[in-house]
């Protein structure tokens, strides 16, 4: 069992920046795939990014295009922890986002909530026009 913890959120301003971080449970979180999705009020969750393990000390990621240049990806292995780090935030942006993460790497990154096993319990971030 894997246990994710989001924290982080708030309330921010148009073009303002704002780091979340999911620290996770687990003895093997370097190879753990960790993704973010996020779900705005009567929307369905979306995915935003995911951040998969290649060997080694080597990660791939990939993000929506709706965030991609705009949002990071890191992670902090000695930590158990991951972040993703938003910047020039927008008011769509709105949303709980919640961390996920599976036990197995994959070829091709999914984006899809079916396949990450775990599930943190979401944090609200809020951008005030």
Request: glycine fraction near 10%; charged fraction near 15%; include cysteine.
């Amino acid at each position: 069992q894997v246990q994710l913890v989001e924290s982080g959120g708030g309330l921010v301003q148009t073009g303002a920046s704002l780091t979340l971080s999911c620290a996770a449970s687990g003895r093997s979180f370097r190879t753990y795939r960790m993704g973010w999705f996020r779900q705005a009020p009567g929307k369905e969750r979306e995915f935003v990014g995911a951040s998969n393990w290649r060997g080694g000390v080597a990660y791939t990621g990939t993000y929506a295009d709706s965030v991609k240049g705009r949002f990071t990806i890191s992670r902090n292995n000695a930590k158990n922890t991951v972040y993703l780090q938003m910047s020039s935030l927008k008011p769509e942006d709105t949303a709980v986002y919640y961390c996920a993460a599976d036990r197995l790497p994959a070829k091709i990154i999914p984006t899809t909530e079916s396949s990450y096993t775990y599930w943190g319990q979401g944090t609200q971030v809020t951008v005030s026009s």
